[in-house]
Each structure stands twice: as C-alpha cells, then as structure tokens.
C-alpha cells in the first residue's frame, strides 16, 4: 500500500511511501485490541476509592435501648450499617486494577489497530516539520491544511518535541505523541493517524522486532 507524503501545506512533495503490510496490513485480532485497550483503561485508574465500615465509623458505642420489651427490633450500635450515619456493607477499599498483559500480544493489538486505519484509509503520512515557538494557531492551520480541522487526530512524530507538544495541547482533539509512546488505545481513540515520514522506520522496527 502507497500512500503520497504531503507538506504541511497539504499539498503532495511527489514521494510516496509504501506501507509495511506486515502491520499495516494484516487480518485485525479484535480480541488483542480489546485486552490492550482494557489494560490501557485499568492502568489509568486511581483506585483510591474508599468508604467506612462499621468498625471505622466514630460514634458512641452505648446500646440504643433496651434489648427486649420495645416493640422493635435490638439494636446495638450506632454505628450499624441500618441507621443514618452509620458504616457501609461491603463499601469500595483502595485496590490496584492494572494487570499484565504479554508484549506479543500487545505488538499484534498495535498492528491491528494500524491494519484497521489503513483499511479505512484514515493514515495521512507527512513529511518531517518543526514549529520554531509554541504556536496553538500554527498548529491549527496546519490541521485545516490537512482537511483535518476539528477531526480527532494522532500525530505521530518520530522523538519528543516540545513546541509541536505544546502547540496541540490546546487543542481538545489534537494529540502528539512519539512513534516509542504510540498505543493501541490512542490509535483507535483518534479519527484519523498523521504519521511524519521519519516516524514510520522507528514504528516498524518497534513492532517488528
């Protein structure tokens, strides 16, 4: 699969570049995808929930009443779950969701990811840029360039840079990421992938390794 290298102008420099179809072009493993993704999601969570249980709950711990003779049922504590104010049954504990999840099958729901954007030609591939100061509007028109003004966008760029970073920040549907960082979650979060042409050798040999 070719595709034309464009300028930040968004018009075409005449080169093209042929995707690997090792990655870009193989059968998607939906299930791969849905595990990296569920990892992805687990990972971010803080689990710091957290509610009191009856034993750390502060209050008096005087009987109510009498235990017979009342008309209504014993009561003990206070702090039973049954009265206002008093601890939660089986309430949320701080705990840890990340789990682990084998590196081949987080290359295969990688390689998925991309064979899914390349099929529904949603990969644009430009040629290596630089922004000489943070510049939101910059950034900006060179999206509406791209036609890809207001559309959900990953730009992959070969190393970190910090005025393209800063520059998209802004930008609620704008994200930079470097080719090493490159997730499935993002992947499939973003409508469309602008990959730099000089990111593409570092993606294949991440993935194919």
Known sequence: ?????????????????????????????????????????ANKRQGTHKSKERNEVSGTTKKLKRQKGTGGARAGSMKSPLFVGGGRVFGPRPRDYSFKLNKKLKRVARISALSYKAKNDNIR??????LESPKTKQYAEIMKSLSLGGIKTLVVVSEANK???????????????????LNTYDILNASNLVLTEISLPIIENNLLK
């Open 163 to 181: 005025n393209l970073y800063l520059s998209s920040r802004n930008l609620e549907k704008n994200k930079v990421v470097t080719a090493a960082e």
């Open 125 to 130: 591939i430009l040629e290596d840029f630089n």
């Open 1 to 41: 699969m070719e595709l034309p290298v464009l300028q930040v102008s968004g018009a075409e420099t005449g080169r093209k570049v042929s995707l690997n179809t090792e990655i870009f072009g193989t059968e998607p493993n939906d299930h791969a995808i849905y595990l990296d993704v569920k990892q992805h999601m």
